[in-house]
């Protein structure tokens, strides 16, 4: 079992920035991928960003926070941050950081085997 805790949420003015941190804890993997979700009143859980342990730069992103959103690693910590640049109201959402047992990133949440509890962020006009 794996336990992730993000932090860093809160609430910003649009153009603001926050950076988001997931430690990881518990049993530790050779190499995993991680990824940031977030999930909006009334809204599915959606997509926002992905990374490997293994590949260096293998970061993806969803199209709607592309050049604006940054995930990186720090192995050494076991944490994964997603900064968060140029925020817009409609970024308003939980925020979740999952694990997956691989070395190879995914985009699909039930392709994730551990959660966070969420941190919320709130993007005021």
């Known amino acids: 079992q794996v336990q992730l805790v993000e932090s860093g949420g809160g609430l910003v003015q649009a153009g603001g920035s926050l950076r988001l941190s997931c430690a990881a804890s518990?049993?530790?993997?050779?190499?995993?991928?991680m990824g940031w979700f977030r999930q909006a009143p009334g809204k599915e859980r959606e997509f926002v960003a992905a990374?490997?342990?293994?590949?260096?730069?293998?970061?993806i992103y969803a199209d709607s926070v592309k050049g604006r959103f940054t995930i990186s690693r720090d192995n050494a910590k076991n944490t994964v941050y997603l900064q968060m640049n140029s925020l817009k109201p409609e970024d308003t959402a939980v925020y979740y950081c999952?694990?997956?047992?691989?070395?190879?990133?995914?985009?699909?949440?039930?392709?994730?085997?551990?959660w966070g509890q969420g941190t919320q962020v709130t993007v005021s006009s």
């Open positions: 990374i490997t342990w293994s590949w260096s730069g293998g970061n």
């Open positions: 518990g049993r530790t993997f050779s190499s995993y991928a």
């Open positions: 999952a694990a997956r047992p691989s070395t190879w990133y995914s985009t699909r949440a039930d392709e994730y085997d551990y």
